[in-house]
């Protein structure tokens, strides 16, 4: 007699009920009315010139897929050609790219901090970050948010403990779902006073702040103690990510880094996509001007309407703190036509379930104070 076995997806089923009982159950919804969700800061992603970069590669031959990691047959002229150009850009000594964000931090985090060494990451940074550091060899611990103090009394514990190895500082230079800014300029001083490397992932500043775009770290590009990871996929309207750093770092990343060595190169096609972006961001300022004049001019019919954002960026976070209330508002807004969803737990703090309101140029002003009004109409006037 066979014996009884419980269903195999029970665990699964309960979790998502649980999940469900708490509001927090996701779900795929297709992008529907006008766009204040996306990262598509620039509105490159549509674009007549990146599609036509990409239609010219097909038709010169480029291959749709690498076919291989880029140890193998996978490295492509045009990776190589999007890597000097990238580092000349941004003004660093050499740059590697790799298939996506997330990946970058993961295999920068897995592979150049040692054992022995020691990994302070802002409370608030990504995922990806928290993963990195989870898998990786080093020791790491949580400075408290955007402040300097936390970091050097985290690094003053450290050694004071007995610690003996190079510490990693790693931090976003604009945090995505708050919109804040990192003190850059205080935490270079900390990793200088400390020996220390500053690790900073500019997902939501490359392309929109520093000249032509090239991000917050701009200012500090080519130092040997920084590492800076441009996402592709939000401003420059592409996919993947590119990792400046110095040479020697980037010859151990291709020598040791396992989610590189053995992930399948990115499309050589994406690399096309992503070289025209940064020659679009040189040849088209007007975009980064006129994203910076919308930001303004969101932030000041929001003070109009007698609302508040700790944000000055193009990230404007509407806290509401109920995951249910902060879906049933998202869920307003996208029957009136607005396109906003709601961020909860765990992705944001316990407590802070919030909409995420994304300033791109895929709007223009009429539609920023329709949204507003709607927005205040929904919450009867609330301030943030």
Known sequence: MNAIHPDKTVSYHTALQALK??????????????????????????????????????????????????????????????????????????????????????????????????????????????????????????SAHNDPQSVEDRIRDWRARGGTGRVWIVV????????????????????????????????HATGVYGEQGRGLTALYEGRENLIVIHTCGKALGAAGAIVTLTCVLRDFMVNRCRPFIFATAPSPLMAVAVQEALSILQQEPERQQRLASLVAFTHRELALRGGQSPSRSQIVPYIVGDNARAMALAAALQARGFDIRGVRPPTVPAGTARLRISITLNVGEDDVQAMLDALFEETRGKSL
Do not use: W
């Open 21 to 142: 009982g708490d509001d927090r159950l996701r779900g795929l919804k297709p992008r529907a009315g006008i766009d204040f969700v996306s990262n598509d800061y620039l509105a490159l992603a549509s674009t007549l010139r990146m599609r036509n970069a990409v239609v010219a590669a097909l038709e010169a031959g480029t291959p749709i897929g690498s076919g291989g990691s880029r140890l193998l047959r996978g490295n492509c002229d045009e990776h190589e050609r999007l890597e000097a150009e990238a580092a000349r850009f941004f003004g660093a000594e050499t740059a590697l790219f790799f298939g996506g964000g997330y990946m970058a931090n993961f295999a920068l985090l897995t592979t150049l901090p040692q054992r022995g060494d020691l990994l302070v990451l802002d409370s608030l940074v990504h995922a990806s970050i928290h993963e990195g550091a989870r898998a990786g060899r080093a020791e790491f611990c949580e």
């Open 172 to 203: 976003e230079s604009i945090y995505s779902m708050d919109g804040d800014f990192a003190p850059l300029g205080e935490l270079f001083a900390i990793a200088d006073r400390h020996d220390a490397f500053l690790v900073v992932d500019e997902a």
